[in-house]
């Protein structure tokens, strides 16, 4: 019994360290900016 507990406590610490690095391993500066659109990029009038 005790080592079924183990294994769930090792694949639960395996998840959040999984997690945590997709969460906070990005830019340093976060995400890319965007340049504002422009005002004319519409769709094109026929």
Do not use: C, N, Y
Not at 5 to 22: D, F, H, K, R, S
């Amino acid at each position: 019994m005790g080592l079924i507990l183990l294994e769930a406590l090792l694949a639960l610490v395996v998840l959040v360290l999984i997690v945590w690095w997709t969460m906070f391993s990005g830019r340093k500066g976060g995400e890319l900016k965007l340049p504002p659109p422009d005002q004319d990029t519409g769709p094109p009038v026929p």
